[in-house]
């Protein structure tokens, strides 16, 4: 219960004298409509630092901070002040939450400039504007005249706007057979499982090149027969000690070739 003092003949006092704790604990009996503005005025510092941290991400600030603000009040409607958490470590997570959640649903998928972004938000209502005016849908020519912006510039923004909403890979074209269609997944290219298979065998054949006749056997016997150590080391007479102290060496050397490949 909150402390008495904060009561008047029955009835609560100015609220906006009471401290954090006690405000918390009567919206949460009462659930009161002005409590809860309240509190959402005192911590609305908290979704404004937060909103900033993701600001110039795409998204514009005045977005961020509504949503920041959607997910202040979900936390204050949450939190449980007897528990003992501080109320900003409990709303931080809630409110970054929903703001990570607006960027996903809204983002832009790939970083893009201001300029782009902007010119895009124009070129949609110009759309909007000039098929109503025109009475049919505008050109790229009717765009850019309406925009005072260029025909290449109109075509750059359309172009860009394209990764605000990624594509299915499931969606579905007409193909030239009629009896079936294809998937978007269909037509992108992949890695080829065979060119970096023969790279690696090419790579692998130079680097044996370098090593004696004892370190290839190692290395053959070893990772491609998939024999022990034990195994290598009676077959050659030498001791286990031995066999992986070579290993040890023609890995080493590997490594080295690799990282020299990945410099040149």
């Known amino acids: ?54 600001a110039n991400r795409g998204i514009e600030y005045d977005d961020i901070y509504q949503v920041a603000c959607i997910g202040l009040i979900y936390a204050i409607d949450r939190f449980d002040i007897d528990k003992g958490y501080e109320f900003s470590s409990f709303a931080t997570p ?59 510039e109109v075509l750059e923004a359309m172009e860009a706007s394209k990764v605000y909403t990624p594509q299915s890979l499931d969606v579905t074209y007409d193909s030239n057979n009629d009896d079936k269609d294809i998937n978007l997944a269909e037509l992108i290219g992949e890695d080829d499982y065979y060119f970096s298979k023969i790279e690696n065998n090419d790579f692998l054949m130079k680097t044996m090149e370098k090593l004696n006749d004892v370190e290839k056997q190692i290395l053959i016997e070893r990772y491609f027969n998939k024999k022990t150590q034990v195994n290598i080391a009676k077959s050659l007479n030498i001791s286990q000690m031995t066999v992986s102290r070579i290993e040890k060496r023609v890995l080493e050397k590997l490594r080295k070739e690799i990282e020299k490949t990945l410099i040149d």
């Open 94 to 152: 809630t409110i970054i939450g929903e703001i990570k959640k607006y960027f996903r649903d809204k983002g832009w998928t790939i970083r893009v400039p201001r300029r782009i972004q902007e010119l895009s938000k124009k070129i949609n209502n110009a759309k909007v504007y000039l098929s109503q005016e025109l009475q049919r849908s505008p050109t790229i020519e009717d765009i850019a005249e309406y925009l005072n912006s260029t025909e290449e």
């Open 1 to 54: 219960m909150i402390n008495k003092n904060y009561y008047e003949n029955g009835n609560l006092k100015d609220k906006e004298k009471m401290n954090i704790k006690d405000l918390f604990k009567y919206y949460s009996e009462t659930r009161d409509k002005e409590t809860r503005d309240i509190l959402i005025e005192k911590h609305l510092y908290i979704a404004e630092i937060l909103s900033k941290k993701y």
